[in-house]
């Protein structure tokens, strides 16, 4: 399915007016992202929102043996690309997963109950294994999918609540 930008504009402004809305995020202080690709909901506007209401935004670097670490991003912080074109820190703090309040998780689709669909690598799914905090996904109208759309693995993890631009789901 197809989105025109503009309609794919207003679904990511009101996702993030929805998220921002939340007691998850509201309570957060530490709020992990990821740097998004074009084919992704730009996290930039989150990134920005937690900027201004004085959060801090940690963003993952991967790792060998499909792990993940989350590094502060500020102003200060240098991106490199990696192979598979993903920006991601060089420098900045290490946030260890105890010290993360809140963690918007990506993927390609998502169900109402917080399946998800990620992009196949697992390095979501081992972090989350290990993750107390707080879980949401932003999905856009065209990501969501019915609970039998696809085999759930033995190591998936969902999330806690899934936001859409027609409502939430936790």
Known sequence: MTISAANRQNEEAALV????ATSAWQTAQVIATTMSQSMELQTKPICQAAWQAKKIVVVPKTFSHRQMKFYQYDQETRFEQTKFGVME???GRLYPADQIDLMIVPGVSFTQQGKRLGFGGGFYDRYLANFHGRTIALAMQCQLAQEDEWE???FDIDVQMVLT???SYD
């Open 17 to 20: 007016d929805k998220l921002t």
């Open 89 to 91: 820190p060089v420098n």
């Open 152 to 154: 759930r693995d033995a």
């Open 165 to 167: 631009s027609g409502g």
